[in-house]
């Protein structure tokens, strides 16, 4: 296989799902490939796990990506969670900050460091985020993770503003929801209580009539995205937009 190594992706959350899909999409696709969380089961000759917590913000303050040559980098938020699916009021403290943790303030530092490692560097860089459609509506039971995924798509869409505006030409920043995903996270979304849940049989239903993604198409469909990011000039976009 005719190895690119300048084609460089950071990847969050690479145990499963998504994240899992994505990785080996990319080194399919001749990407050196970094994976970021906090388990791994990838072996390839082009792939390097990178031990990170992201529910703990002062391990992702310290963290630096590794200084490699590269003409092509990318940084895939991918890594979420839902936390407690329960109403307001009934959360914990501990699930709130890690949900927030996670899906919002992790990755904006890591964009922030992304930024400032290689905007001065040759060559193009891209920042994906997996976001939701839970950040453009309110969900029973996921105040959390609706908050956290629309602050996510708010602090891509002023990164972008904030790119045109400085002329940055061969920058880009997307935010994605890829629909209902059949992952580990939505097994825990059935799980949850019907009566501190009230849409918990919507996603019964969803499962039980086969309408739920695979993770491994959601993958193949973020390489076109990740290929040409030139030609989707919106930022917020939903799978079936690319």
């Not at 990319?26 to 796990?49: M, P, Q, T, W």
Request: some cysteine.
């Amino acid at each position: 296989m005719d190895i690119q190594p300048n084609k460089i992706a950071y990847i969050t959350g690479i145990s499963s799902g998504i994240g899992h899909a994505l990785a080996l999409t990319l080194l399919d696709a001749n990407y050196f490939v970094y994976g970021i969380g906090r388990s791994n089961n990838i072996k390839h000759a082009n792939f390097e796990f990178i031990l990170l917590d992201l529910r703990k913000v002062e391990t992702v303050q310290n963290f630096n990506f590794r200084q490699v040559t590269a003409t092509e980098r990318i940084l895939i938020n991918n890594a979420g969670m839902v936390g407690e699916i329960l109403p307001v009021g009934e959360l914990s403290a501990t699930s709130i900050s890690e949900v927030m943790n996670v899906n919002t303030i992790a990755p904006q530092i890591l964009i922030n460091t992304f930024i400032q490692t290689f905007s001065n560097q040759k060559g193009s860089l891209h920042i994906l985020n997996i976001s939701s459609g839970a950040g453009k509506r309110a969900i029973d039971a996921w105040a959390t993770y609706c908050a956290s995924k629309a602050a996510l798509d708010m602090f891509a869409e002023t990164v972008k503003l904030e790119m045109e505006l400085r002329e940055k030409k061969d920058f880009h920043i997307h935010s994605v929801a890829p629909g209902v995903v059949d992952t580990a996270m939505q097994a825990q979304i059935r799980a949850a209580s019907p009566d501190k849940f009230k849409m918990s049989q919507h996603f019964h239903d969803l499962k039980n009539k086969g309408e739920l993604v695979s993770p491994v198409h959601v993958a193949e469909k973020l390489l076109g995205l990740i290929k040409n990011p030139s030609n989707y000039p919106n930022n917020i976009l939903s799978l079936d937009d690319i």
